[in-house]
């Protein structure tokens, strides 16, 4: 039983499922490959993104019934990736975005190639808020991939670290597959989900990304980052 904590599911809002057909068959190989509980994280980026987090949460409920109706037993939660910037926290107050699944967790993306020098201020005043932010993927970006020690000093600070499933098993190549086996060597990861945007290439099935973990670093591991920590989440969101 797997939790995934981070996926582009909900049908038609960003750059994820792009239909209710491919969100239909992304719950299947999510439940195939045994992963019981999905948060749905679109992208918010302030300036660009068009909708706010009531329309996920209908979203979200509307993707529930239809998966329900179709036998498929996944429970869908609402969340969304945010990209960070200073406003998150007018962001968050105007309900334009929100925490993973109701609790005290906030998915948060970081440029590609260079941390905003902003970024510190703006995960503390989530801090401030009773609000511990995830960091998104960092295993994807330059600055970390090249100095670890960037992560280390977010960690200490009580931040938490997602990272993907696909960089694991080396679907964003070579350099990627390097930096998430270190940092999760290193003590630095928390949790592992799928960031699915589709039921091809970048898909819901963690199961071997599992296996690798199991096989470098244990089961305990295995069953932290993809079971026991991410379940925190869904049980403080009830």
Not at 88 to 112: H, K, N
Not at 139 to 160: A, C, M, P, W
Not at 197 to 225: T, V, Y
Request: hydrophobic share 40%; glycine share 8%; proline share 5%.
């Amino acid at each position: 039983m797997y939790i995934d904590i981070h996926s582009h599911i909900i049908p038609g809002i960003d750059d994820g499922a792009k239909d209710e057909i491919m969100a239909l068959e992304m719950l299947k190989i999510a439940q195939k490959s045994g992963t019981s509980h999905i948060i749905a994280t679109p992208h918010y980026v302030y300036g660009n993104t068009r909708y706010g987090f009531d329309t996920i949460l209908e979203k979200c409920a509307e993707l529930n019934m239809l998966a329900a109706s179709m036998g498929i037993k996944v429970t869908i939660y609402p969340g969304c990736e945010v990209f960070v910037t200073p406003e998150i926290i007018e962001l968050f107050e105007q309900r334009l975005v929100g925490t993973l699944a109701g609790s005290r967790y906030m998915l948060v993306e970081f440029p590609m190639m260079s941390i905003p020098p902003y970024t510190d201020n703006t995960l503390y005043n989530l801090q401030l808020k009773g609000i511990t932010p995830i960091i998104a993927h960092p295993e994807r970006y330059t600055e970390i991939q090249q100095n670890s020690e960037v992560l280390k000093s977010f960690i200490d600070r009580g931040i938490l670290v997602q990272v993907n499933s696909g960089s694991i098993t080396g679907v964003y190549g070579r350099e990627t597959k390097k930096a998430v086996m270190r940092i999760i060597k290193e003590g630095f990861v928390h949790f592992v989900a799928s960031d699915a945007h589709s039921d091809n290439r970048r898909n819901p099935d963690m199961r071997k990304a599992a296996s690798i973990i199991e096989k470098n670093f244990g089961p305990k591991m295995r069953d932290d980052l993809f079971i026991r920590n991410p379940l925190k989440i869904i049980d403080i969101g009830k």
